[in-house]
């Protein structure tokens, strides 16, 4: 049996999972979204990188092959790092230590991160890293315009979305390792359908997200 090729499940996935209208970005962009809302963003940021931080971690752990390992912890360490930066957006928008620690999060803002530790523990190699292949570019285009519009409309500085841009383009040599990890979770016989439907499924929850914001708004 031939075995399915990275790219052409990459480019299937792509036909899938594609930027749609985010009603919490349209209003940050005509600077309709309250105060209260931008500390919002702050308070399930911080627990979706923590939990993501450990997530990724355990996944370099169950696919510890030196190209899938590597990528994990990379993304790990990235969750560390982005967490820093969230500080300074925090302090921007009224989200301070006390806030953050205080904050209790929406449970449909965070299926996100609950998907991710789900497929941590239950997912393949080519299911997960499919779906941050596509997430990835979406969620990027997402922290762009959201960067832009809090300098735009809520003058904010660009030290205070540095979060933002941050994850606006993918970390250096992702797209490399990425497609090399989804060939050999294909190579190991995974099924290219779970892969997708992994893929599908990260977006809803991404879109999750973005809808409780927007909530009552």
């Not at 594609?18 to 209003?27: G, H």
């Not at 996944?59 to 500080?87: H, K």
């Not at 300098?151 to 490399?176: H, I, M, N, T, W």
Request: proline fraction near 5%; glycine fraction near 6%.
């Amino acid at each position: 049996m031939t075995t399915m090729k990275a790219r052409d499940l990459i480019e299937a996935a792509a036909k899938d999972v594609y930027v749609v209208p985010n009603p919490f970005l349209d209003l940050l962009e005509d600077g309709r979204v309250p105060r209260d809302r931008l500390a919002w963003l702050a308070g399930e940021q911080q627990w979706i990188l923590k939990s993501d931080q450990r997530s990724f971690a355990l996944l370099a752990a169950r696919f510890p092959e030196s190209l899938a390992g590597e990528m994990f912890l990379s993304l790990s360490g990235g969750e560390i790092e982005a967490q820093r930066l969230l500080i300074a957006y925090g302090d921007a928008v009224g989200a301070d230590e006390a806030y953050l620690q205080r904050y209790e999060p929406r449970p449909m803002a965070q299926t996100y991160p609950a998907f991710v530790t789900w497929s941590a523990v239950n997912g393949t190699l080519s299911g997960i890293t499919l779906a941050m292949i596509a997430n990835l570019g979406i969620w990027g285009a997402y922290c762009a315009r959201t960067a832009d519009a809090l300098v735009s409309r809520y003058d904010l500085s660009e030290d205070a979305v540095a979060f933002f841009r941050y994850f606006s383009e993918a970390p250096p040599g992702f797209q490399k390792q990425a497609t090399a990890a989804v060939q050999a979770g294909l190579d190991a016989g995974e099924d290219p359908a779970m892969a997708l439907r992994m893929a599908r499924a990260m977006q809803a929850y991404e879109m999750a997200f973005w809808h409780s914001l927007a909530e009552d708004l």
